[in-house]
């Protein structure tokens, strides 16, 4: 599979709860359950946005999770590689 990075405009994120994320986080998870070939890793929550760290088969999966979840998918990039600082040598 393939790792993308999913950037979603969500207006107010950031000031949620932790059981508001709890529910986002199960409404997703609901999503997914009707989805193969699509894997949530983790989220950043930042300001309006959450950054979504996610495991597909191709990009059309994660516009179907956005769909039956109702969390846009505002920019979709697919993660060539990943370095870190032990990339470094």
Not at 60 to 73: N, T, V
Request: hydrophobic fraction near 35%.
């Amino acid at each position: 599979m393939k790792r993308y990075v999913i950037e979603r405009d969500l207006p107010g994120v950031g000031a949620m709860s932790q059981e508001e994320l709890g529910g986002a986080s199960a409404k997703s998870n609901d999503a997914l359950d009707k989805i193969p070939g699509v894997q949530w890793q983790h989220s950043y929550v930042a300001g309006d946005k959450t950054f979504c760290i996610y495991l597909a088969e191709n990009e059309d999966a994660i516009h179907k999770h956005a769909e039956l979840s109702g969390f846009p998918a505002t920019r979709i990039t697919e993660i060539k590689t990943v370095i870190d600082p032990t990339t470094a040598g």
